[in-house]
C-alpha cells in the first residue's frame, strides 16, 4: 500500500500476531515471475530513493507475501512524519515477526531525536529492546520525565557491570555523577566485574572511585599478581575470607596454567575450598584443569584428575578417567570407573557396551550381554548390534503429521514469506523468520513446518526443525537424500563408498549448499580453501576460487577426492580417515603414534577431540542408517577394523549382517 503523508496518518497494521496462528484469509498459491520481478524492481527503487516509484509499485504488488518488507521501509523512511499511535498498531501486532524490532527501533530513535521522552518511555513499554543503547535510552528518559531516584536506581545497576555500556548511556551517568556517583563501593563492585571479564581498562578506570584503603590494597594486589603470576604459590598471599582473592586466585591459576600447567594445577588444588571461590567457578576451573591434563595423556593426569574430583561428583571428568584407563589397556581399572559414573550417564549405551565388553575382555568365558545397547540407534548401538550379529535397529517412527495440517501451516504470511525469501536465495531473512515463527507454534506444528521445509528441499532446516521438537525417531526428514546421482558418480570415480561420502556430507552441513564455518570451511561437505587448493593440484581438478567450493559439483568432487586420499593415506581405515577429514591428518598420525596400539573402539573413545571423536561415530553411524534407509548391505565397519575391536580375540560371531532391517524395527 502506499501512504499519504498526512499529520496524522494513520497506518494500517497489515500482519496481526493471530494471523501467525491461523490461516491467512486467502492463502497465496503460486508467484508468478512477473510478481517477482515487480517486487525486485520496487526494492531497487528504495535503493535509490525514488519514493513515488517505490510506493507504486508497491501498491501494485497486493498482497504478495514480501510486501511487508517493503511495508517496513516506507515508515523507517517517512517515520518522522507519521503519528506515533498507527506506528505503535504496527509494532504491536507485529511483534511476534521480524519487522516489529525493525519499526520500534526507528520509532524509538525518531522519538529521541524530537526529544519527546514521555512518548519514548510509552513507546518502550509496548515493545521493550534489550540492547544497551535502547536500556540507556530508557533510563534517560526516566530522569528527563522528572522520575528522578528511579533513574538513579538504574544508572547504579548499569554502571557497575564489567565492560562498557552504550555511549547513549554517557549523558544519564554525567547526571548521576552529579549526585555523588559513583561510591567507593560501585567503583570497587565494578572493578571486580570488570576483572572478571578481563576487562582491563575497565578495571583501572573502576579503580580511580575506590576510596577504601582495604579495598585500594585489594586491587592493586590484582595488578601485582597479574605482573607476577607466581606470586599466588605463596599460601599467605591470599586470604580466605575475601571474596575478591577469590577472584584472584581464579584469574592467576587460569592465566598461569598458560606458562606452567603443574605449578597452576598445584595451586588451584591447595586454595580452591580455602579461597572463597563460587560454585561455578570452581566447577569451570576443574573441568578445565581436568581435561587439560587428560586430553594431553599426561603422565600424572590420573593423579590430578584423583585431587581434582576424589567423590567422582564430575562426571565428565569421570569419563576421562575411564579413557585414561582404557589408553593404558586398565581393563579393570577402566571397569571399575563405570560404575562410579552418575546414573545417567552409566546407563548411557556408550558406558553400557565398555562394561559388557571390559567384561567379556577381563573373562574369557563371559558372554557381554548387549541386548539393552543394540535397541540403541547410535554409535555403540551399531558396535553392539555388529559384534554380536544382531540387526541395526532404525527404531524409525514416522511423524503423524497430515496434509491437512501441512496446509493450515503453509497458509501462514511467515511460511508464504519463507517460501519467497528462498526463492529469492535469501536463506539468512527465511531463517530469520524461521525463528520467529516457531515461537508462536506448539510442538506438532514446530514438527509440520520441519516437514515443509523439507519438501521445500531445505533440508538443513527441516534437520534443524526435528532437533527443535527433538523428532530423532523422524528419519524421514533427518536423514534426506539429496544429489544421490552425484554423490554415486563422484565417489565412485574415486573408489570410495558412496554413502560414506553422502554421511560426511550430512555431519559436515546437513547439505546447507552455502554453509560456512567460523573457521572458513564453505561448502556442502565443508573444505578448507587451502585444502581444496591442495587436493585440486594433486587431482587435476578445475578449481580457481574459493567462492566455487558453494558449488555443488565442485566442492563434492573436491571433498570425494580428499576423502579418498586421506582412505589411502590411512591404508584403508575408514575410521582414521574420517577422524583426518575432521581434524587433519597430521593430528590422527600423532594419535597414532601415541595410542595405535589400542583396540579399534578404545582408539576412537580416546580421541583428544571431543568434537572429532563425535564426527567419527556420528559420520559412521550415518553411513549405516544411509544404507539401511536404501535397502543396501550394511556394515559399521569392515572385517580388518572389526578384527581389531577389544573383544577380537574372542570367539564372538562377527559375520556380515542382514542387508535389511526387519520390518518390525521400522515402526
Known sequence: MTFSLKPRFHLIALLGVSQ?????????AATDAQQRALYTKAKAAFNKGDSVLADRLTQQLGDYPLVPYLTVRQIKRDISRLDDQ????FVVANRATPFGDDVQIARLNNLKSQQNWAAYLSAFEDYPLSKSKYQCDKAYATLATGKIQEAMTLADSMWVVGYSQDSA???????WMKKGHPTSDQGKTRFWNAVSSKNFSIAKYAEKFITDTADKQDAALFWKVQNDLSLIEDKSLLHDNKPEHGIILAYAVRELARKDIHAAADVWIRDRHRLAVTPEKQHALNDYFGKRYAKGFRSNAKQV???LDPDFKEGELTEWRIRLELADKDWKGALGLITLLPDDMRSSDRWRYWRETLKARLDSNYTPDYSQVVKERSFYGFLASELSNDPFRMNHRPAKITEEQKARILGLPAMQRMRELLSFGLEYNARVEWNALVKQLDESDKHAAAHIAYDWGWYD????GAALVKAWDDLDIRFPKPHLPLFAELATARNINRTWAIAIARQESAYH??????????GLMQLMPATARETAKKYDIDYKHPDELFQLRTNVELGTAYLSQMLERFDGNTVYATAAYNAGPHRVKRWLEQRGDLPLDAWIETIPFDETRKYVQNVLTYRVIYDVLSSNPSRLLNDKETASLALSSLNLKKGPLETKVPSTQIQ
Open 20 to 28: 501467525l496462528l491461523v490461516s491467512a484469509p486467502s492463502v497465496y
Open 86 to 89: 498507527s506506528v505503535k498498531q
Open 169 to 175: 548511556c554517557d549523558p544519564l551517568f554525567a547526571e
Open 305 to 307: 584428575l584423583a585431587k
Open 461 to 464: 532446516q527441516a534437520i534443524r
Open 513 to 522: 549448499q552455502t554453509a560456512r564455518s567460523r573457521v572458513g570451511a564453505r
